[in-house]
């Protein structure tokens, strides 16, 4: 059970993801450690890659392969997330705008983003709800 991290609500959003975001839009999704410094997806947002066509902040597990500078990008994005006091914070907010993130996704497992924190936020318009699951569009200052 620890590893199903798609529900029924998800497979929805999945496609109204591929149906109503633009192709080159980029979703910041939860994420947590997996196994050494190695970042997994903590909800269904990892898998818009496959289910969505959809670019993700965290690629699948094979991120691992793309060459230390990557690898250490693309952690470093996960951790900041992960560690972010609030996702308004300024510094956050430029550190996803210099990342390219234009979506949001939570999922109905959820992780350190969560709609309790974006749903009050001026930055984070929700497009889409069902249940748990979000699908947010990133406002930027």
């Known amino acids: 059970p620890v590893t199903v991290l798609a529900e ?3 497979v929805a959003a999945m496609v109204w993801a591929r149906d109503h975001t633009p192709p080159d839009a980029l979703f910041l999704v ?3 450690v997996w196994q050494a410094s190695m ?3 903590t909800d269904a947002g990892w898998w818009l890659n496959l289910l969505a ?3 993700t902040t965290l690629p699948s597990l094979l991120y691992m392969m793309g060459g ?3 690898f250490d990008e693309v952690n470093a994005l996960s951790i900041a997330v992960e560690d972010a006091e609030s996702v ?3 510094a956050f907010l430029e550190r996803l705008r210099a990342a390219g993130v234009t979506h949001v996704y939570v999922g ?3 992780g350190r983003l969560l709609p309790r924190d974006l749903d009050p936020s001026p930055h984070y318009r929700a497009l889409y709800i069902d ?8 406002v930027y200052p």
């Open 8 to 10: 029924e609500e998800d």
């Open 30 to 32: 939860n994420t947590g």
């Open 39 to 41: 970042r997994y997806g």
């Open 53 to 55: 066509d959809r670019r």
């Open 68 to 70: 230390q500078g990557y």
């Open 88 to 90: 308004d914070d300024p």
């Open 108 to 110: 109905a497992r959820g």
């Open 131 to 138: 249940g748990p699951v979000r699908i947010y569009e990133v």
